[in-house]
């Protein structure tokens, strides 16, 4: 049986996912208005929840210190394209 502890993040655990998760919008160039309009805003809440439980941080840590062509690792990454394709 896993540890709860893998499932419930700490609360400064879900703080710096979601500040992971905005850089990781401003890096790739994702406009928070456009992800805030998919779905009627449920498609973000999604998405932050994705990010809040997402066990690999620290993959996450390291592409943001370098980044190189699309983060494949990241639960969001079909999210970002939409959210990009939608802006043009």
């Known amino acids: 049986m896993q ?9 400064e655990e879900a703080r710096q996912r979601q500040d992971l998760m905005d850089w ?6 994702v406009d928070v ?8 805003g449920l498609a ?4 932050r929840a994705k990010c809040r439980y997402c066990l ?3 993959v996450c840590r ?3 210190a370098a ?8 639960p969001n990454a079909a999210f ?3 959210c990009l394709s939608m802006d043009r």
Do not use: H, K, N, Y
Request: charged share 20%; net charge negative; with cysteine.
């Open 33 to 40: 208005l456009t992800a805030l309009g998919v779905d009627g």
């Open 80 to 82: 970002f394209r939409s």
């Open 56 to 58: 690999d941080e620290g």
């Open 44 to 47: 973000f809440i999604e998405a």
């Open 3 to 11: 540890s709860s502890r893998l499932l419930w993040p700490t609360l």
């Open 24 to 29: 990781m919008m401003q890096i790739r160039g």
């Open 67 to 74: 980044p190189r062509m699309a983060p494949d690792f990241c």
């Open 62 to 64: 390291q592409w943001l």
